[in-house]
């Protein structure tokens, strides 16, 4: 991650960009687009520390690049003897070392490095621009060499197998050179190309001749004598033998090619005549023939028959068989049964599969009182839940619905006169349990706490009791005097002692919700009466919630009843107050009212009264401890504001309307007149 760049490419429309890094001057952050540095407050500007602002929007998918450069030739701070070392000071000289430390990472960690996993250089996914030629073979090289050579390439790549042939050839292609160098054999070669062709139209019959040099040397020695006897001479004197043979020479060639099956067939007669054995059966291999189709048909159940034989070898299963053929004839008449058993094979096993539950409704009918019997009994019960599973299928609704009713009952634990201390399923009380507590008529819910009244303990706004107390008596709680069982909300009673209103707190308490005690003991047949506050919460309610109020309509509009007065709907008003009989045509002014002119004949539009405020302050002027001057301020009939403290420091204040006035009378009162 780069300390001090910022890299964005740009889109043709964004002017901002956001510099993410500290610098302390501006002109250290360098700004380029596609490489080309740009010029501080003529092509941007910084609008805000952290915001580069261009004068024209970069383009379309050019680089934008914030680089932050320090400056490394000249300190920013120049100690001198005797000065002032401020925090900034100390800072900015800290800050400029520090940035260039990481201005130096930022560019060792944009360099080429070796990779961790490979040990090789590793560009990271960038280009390598401004790349020398290549001289030596190991060089890099560029686009533009390879674009350059790309067609000799194309061409080697075309030739690949020739070139392959020529490198195989390698050592040939040598003799070939030592052929012209330093005798030129190849240029004496090319000058017999006449005699060459000759020869190439003859090369069949040069490789026969080349194929056949032995005989011809055998001949060759024949015919000069090199060998004790004239062969040619000997074979010019049986000329008519070879001739026939020559004459003969398919058949020879005939009998040379199945000269196994003539070995094969004389095998056969020495030292065995077995050809002349064959010969003797002659009627029997006819009628073989004549059974061919059978032959082949046995030939075709070869496997068969190998099956049946191993049923007879060693175990003689079919003779075993054969002694069961009555058996076997009575299978064969029911042999559609059987096929019918073997198709019900998997209810059968079903059956089977169910013997112990079969065993279960067996016993169960022999005992004196049978659970099926039961079940008989209540069989209306058992039709509608059957009905239910058809039709609405409640159940099923429970039973997908298992976890959340196991949660309700949870939650809802029940009527009981008695505080429950656990679940049903016996796990410990969570915060939300519900009961209905039938000792006094309440729902209570389980705070951190204990057990509390979910809602108000009084039915309705308020309820009233009174008790006649005992000589120093202290706590009030149960029935009162008619009978009624004190229940109150905490912090929501107010307790009279013979009439006289009592402090929560100091004269008594009341925190129970079933009990009073009084901080001093009551006197006998003292009276103390209970009124007992209901409590609720006001619904935060949006009159688009109603079932037949629609959504919102737009601003201005109205909720009325539609035309056909089927429902509501939000309408346009199509009619103002200018529009009534007795208003005027038209709307006043700004802050006028709409009030009954002088005459009491119409309405009009008038500039209504402005609200006076009259602030009074009563002073000491002469420091004698009494209060002997009134000192009133006025708003001037609405046109002079004033503001909180001088409000807050009026002892009293009188709002009137303007025309308010003040005299004295002739006994030295004031008097306010309207």
Known sequence: MAFAIDTYTGDGSTVNYSVTFPYIEEAHVVVTLDGVTKTLNTDYSFTTSSTITFTTAPSASAVIKFTRSTSQTSRLVDYQDGSTLTEATLDQDGNQSFYMAQEAIDITENTISLSTSTDQWDADNKRITNLASPVDDSDAVTKGFISTNLPNITTVAGISSDVTSVANNNTDISTVAGEISPTNNISTVAGLDTEITSLGAISADITTVANNETDIQTLADLEDGTTATNGLSTLAGIDTEITGVYNIRNNVTNVDGNSADISTVAGQISPTNNIQTVAGLNSEITTLGGLST???????NNADITTVAGQISPTNNISTLAGLNTELSALYNIRTDITAVANISTDIQDVQDKIAELQTVANDLN????????????????????????????????????????SFANTYLGASATAPTQDPDGSALDLGDLYFDTASDTMKVYSSGGWINAGSAVNGTANRFKYTATASQTTFT???????????????????????????????TATTGTSIVLSSGASANDILEVIAYGTFTLSNFSITDANDVPALGSAGQALVVNSGGTALEFSTPTSSINDLSDTPASLGSAGQALVVNQAGTALEYSNSSSAEIYGFVLTDTDSDGVLDTLQVTTTNGGADNIDATTYASFDDVIYASTGFSWSLDSNGNLIATI
Not at 395 to 400: F, G, L, W
Not at 480 to 501: C, E, M, P, R
């Open 367 to 406: 005992e004196v009182t049978s659970e099926i019997e039961t079940v008989a009994g209540s069989i209306a019960n058992v039709d509608a839940v059957g009905a239910d599973l058809l039709g609405a299928n409640n159940i099923q609704t429970v039973a997908n619905n298992l976890a959340s009713v196991n």
């Open 294 to 300: 059978e032959i082949t048909n046995v030939e075709a």
């Open 478 to 508: 149960g029935a009162d005097d008619n009978g009624n069982t004190l229940s109150y909300d905490s912090g929501f009673a107010d307790i009279y002692l013979n009439g006289v209103k009592l402090v929560n707190g100091s004269d008594f």
